[in-house]
């Protein structure tokens, strides 16, 4: 027996592998080439919704940092339009007060006009009767 590199090179029936084995695993390579081409298809189909997930996670990232600066504009906005609302109430208030104040002096300028008045008309129907007559 000759041994060539650790082979066994004897010829014989035992190494010739049936023919109906050979058709089994063709067979079976012909199933695991379909299924592998199943799953390539899969695959690609997989990756292309993961794609698009990324790309509407990426839109919904953007779409959220655009709301907050939204909402951080409309506080802003909110402050500004608080603050002029208390000064045009602080100005209100004040007008009120001074308005009662004008009419408190407009109603003592009244009265004060009224007493001359009753004043010279007692005084003038005093002095007819004392000159008068």
């Known amino acids: 027996m000759m041994e060539d590199g ?5 010829g014989g029936v035992e190494d010739v592998m049936p023919l109906q084995r ?3 695993v063709e067979v079976g390579l012909s199933t695991l080439s379909s299924e592998f ?3 390539a298809a899969e695959n690609v189909t997989a990756n292309t919704k993961l794609r698009l997930l990324e790309e509407n996670d990426h839109r919904h990232d953007e779409s959220i940092k ?13 402050s500004a339009i608080m603050a002029k609302f208390d000064s045009l109430e602080s100005k209100i208030f004040s007008l009120l007060q001074q308005a009662n104040k004008d009419s408190g ?3 003592k ?5 009224i007493k001359y008045i009753v004043l010279i008309a007692l005084g003038a129907a005093a ?3 004392f000159l008068g007559k």
Do not use: C, H, P, Y
């Open 6 to 10: 650790g082979a066994d090179v004897r």
């Open 22 to 24: 050979l058709e089994e």
């Open 37 to 39: 081409a199943r799953m």
């Open 66 to 78: 655009e709301i907050k600066s939204s909402t951080i504009k409309m506080e802003i906005q909110f």
């Open 105 to 107: 002096a407009e109603r």
């Open 109 to 113: 300028l009244w009265m004060d006009m």
């Open 127 to 129: 002095g007819n009767q």
